[in-house]
Nanobody
Framework: QVQLVESGGGLVQAGGSLRLSCAASGSIFSINAMGWYRQAPGKQREVVATSTNGGSTRYADSVKGRFTISRDNAKNTVYLQMNSLKPEDTAVYYC???????????????WGQGTQVTVSA
């Protein structure tokens, strides 16, 4: 089994910062990509930022210049540094990882449990 455990959400005023963390553990052979998604009330889940093993990163237009995704491959951990937060960033943030496991041998998407980020005006 594989688990993704997130931390770092909370309540912050507009203009503030938060740092999310997500650690993967379990029967992991390799992690091919990691990323963050979010879902606001009444809206569909959307991609926020992704990071590949090759070091390529992509961001949603709405967070470019404010959010930074980074990884610590030795710890199987991905981070999301969120600066200059806006009320419209309020959502549940989910960690995603494309993981190849050893038992069983397969590659699939795994999701964290979600962490609430609330930005007050």
């Amino acid at each position: 089994q594989v688990q993704l455990v997130e931390s770092g959400g909370g309540l912050v005023q507009a203009g503030g910062s938060l740092r999310l963390s997500c650690a993967a553990s379990g029967s992991i052979f390799s992690i091919n990509a990691m990323g963050w998604y979010r879902q606001a009330p009444g809206k569909q889940r959307e991609v926020v930022a992704t990071s590949t093993n090759g070091g390529s990163t992509r961001y949603a237009d709405s967070v470019k210049g404010r959010f930074t995704i980074s990884r610590d491959n030795a710890k199987n951990t991905v981070y999301l540094q969120m600066n200059s937060l806006k009320p419209e960033d309020t959502a549940v943030y989910y960690c995603n990882a494309k993981i190849t496991t050893m038992t069983p041998i397969q590659r699939r998407d795994y999701w964290g449990q979600g962490t609430q980020v609330t930005v007050s005006a």
